[in-house]
């Protein structure tokens, strides 16, 4: 089970994922308005995607991860629409790896793989129905909007295939660390149980010892100072012997 380091890191980043989603508000608000794109009808929806993903990550963490995620991916899909007929939509795609990276901050698999699918099922069904909306292309062929959206949804599997092997690699790190901490706890407990537990008594009374002590033996032991030792027993025989 995760430790409490990792919930408490999700959470921070369930915070400033929805704080990210937020502020897409401003920006797609002022393209909507800039490009004519019904404003009225995208900026309430924006507003929404942080709202609702805030009400359910109260009601359930793990469900709100998922939400949270959907929203990030959701504001980008907005954003998109608000480009439409914009010679820079398509760079706009980009944002989508953006929202997958910020999701994949969240450490849950199931909200990267879920949000990866809400971008390719979105891709699909805008090529199918409004490639415009998308792609802003008018291209009629649509057999080559397919390849096109064939070669976003690609890419995507592939950012969530390394993203998600990352959060794996992570889980399983901190898995493994709560499992040794336990033995660790267990072996400590059985040694005190067996009356063997007074050398961690010992242990801290050596550390109790004060630092001149173990300064003084260190001199004593030293090679310059047996040389002097050396020296004052050489002086003492010669003296006797006079």
């Known amino acids: 089970m995760p430790d409490k380091s990792l919930n408490r890191s999700r959470e921070k980043a369930t915070q400033l994922a929805l704080l990210a989603c937020l502020a897409c508000t401003v920006p797609i608000g002022m393209v909507a308005i800039a490009n004519d794109m019904t404003p009225w009808v995208?900026?309430?929806?924006?507003?929404?995607?942080?709202?609702?993903?805030?009400?359910i990550r109260r009601l359930d963490q793990g469900i709100g991860r998922i939400a949270v995620g959907l929203a990030l991916v959701g504001q980008v899909m907005l954003l998109t629409t608000a480009m439409a007929a914009h010679p820079w939509q398509l760079g706009v795609h980009l944002y989508f790896f953006a929202a997958l990276a910020a999701t994949a901050a969240l450490v849950d698999l199931r909200a990267l793989i879920i949000a990866a699918a809400a971008i390719a099922l979105h891709h699909i069904l805008a090529t199918v129905a409004m490639p415009a909306l998308i792609y802003g292309s008018t291209i009629a062929d649509p057999w080559l909007l397919l390849q096109r959206t064939l070669i976003h949804v690609s890419a995507v599997v592939i950012n969530v295939a390394w993203l998600g092997a990352a959060i794996h690699v992570r889980t399983r790190l901190v898995n493994a660390a709560v499992k040794d901490k336990a033995k660790i706890e267990a072996a400590n407990a059985e040694?005190?149980?067996?009356?063997?537990?007074?050398?961690?008594?010992?242990?801290?009374?050596?550390?109790?010892?004060?630092?001149w002590f173990f300064a003084g033996m260190l001199e004593l032991f030293s090679s310059q100072g047996t040389s002097i030792g050396l020296v004052a027993l050489l002086i003492l025989y010669t003296k006797r012997r006079e």
């Open 191 to 211: 040694l005190l149980g067996k009356g063997d537990g007074d050398i961690l008594i010992e242990a801290q009374a050596r550390a109790a010892i004060p630092s």
């Open 42 to 55: 995208l900026i309430p929806l924006s507003m929404a995607l942080p709202l609702v993903g805030f009400c």
